[in-house]
């Protein structure tokens, strides 16, 4: 959805372009496009509204637990170490004791089985908890060796693909904002800019609006298919309007 209307002060032109999906990628394609290619533009985020649905424990890439001879999975989901300790005891059933706790002095987590606990394999819940990779022995309390690492997302960066003029280590990049939920899992995310910081567009003619919310890595946010609408601000500075 495209809205316009006239400004009598700086700006000749405003437009607000609506775009929503599912999951940390929009893409949309404009027809006819939008030409840019009179005057200087530039855009900003206006809101983002999502669901807090980012999980720390991800099917093929953290969720394993082997003990003894066996294995359990964890099912997808953001978990606190005290809901991993409830989801791990239903997994390996009343015959396995064991304990799992979090030291809040610390920041580490204790954990201590009645079996083996094997963290030398992939996809474990090891680098989560702070283990390093190594066998647990059994029947004896074990502190991690880092703390543990329950928020695997420490920012959300929403990225533009038409947007020029950010910078990430020294590197430019295509970021309009950043931000962190300050919502818990299951919770509606709607985030407004105090100020809308406005960036140049990069090209003359927009066809195609991409917008990925990323993490500090660099990689998407997972979130799980979660619908997601984002409205974006684009005026043109002193211009003539299109």
């Known amino acids: 959805m495209i ?5 009598t002060c700086a700006y000749s032109f405003l437009a607000m372009l609506s775009l ?11 027809f006819p496009p939008i030409d840019v290619s009179r005057g200087e533009w530039e855009i900003g985020l206006i809101d983002l509204m999502t669901f807090h649905s980012i999980p720390n424990i991800e099917a093929n890439k953290n969720n394993k637990f082997y003990y003894g001879e066996k294995l359990v999975e964890i099912d997808e989901g953001a978990y606190e170490i ?9 997994k390996v059933g009343s015959d396995v004791e064991l304990d799992l706790k979090a030291n809040n002095n610390t920041l580490k987590s204790e954990i201590k089985c009645s079996q083996s606990v094997d ?3 992939p996809g474990t819940l090891a680098s989560l908890l702070g283990f390093d990779s190594k ?4 029947r004896i309390k074990h502190v991690s060796d880092k703390t543990v690492s329950i928020i695997n997302v420490n920012v959300i960066r929403v990225e533009c693909n038409i947007v020029r003029g950010s910078y990430d280590n020294g590197a430019e990049g295509h970021v309009i904002h950043e931000f962190y939920p300050n919502v818990g899992p299951g919770y509606k995310i709607v985030e407004t800019p105090n100020t ?7 090209v003359k003619r927009i066809s195609t609006i991409t917008v990925t919310l990323k993490d500090q890595n660099g ?19 002193n211009g003539s309007g299109i």
Do not use: W
Request: with cysteine; aromatic share 6%.
């Open 3 to 7: 809205q316009s209307y006239a400004d």
């Open 135 to 138: 066998v647990l022995a059994p």
């Open 20 to 30: 929503s999906g599912r999951g940390s990628c929009i893409t949309k394609d404009f």
């Open 219 to 237: 990689d998407r946010i997972n979130l799980r298919n979660e619908n997601i609408s984002i409205r974006l601000h684009m005026r043109e500075k």
């Open 119 to 121: 963290f030398s394999k």
């Open 82 to 90: 005290e809901d991993l300790e409830t989801a791990l005891k239903a």
């Open 196 to 202: 809308i910081i406005y960036l140049p567009v990069n």
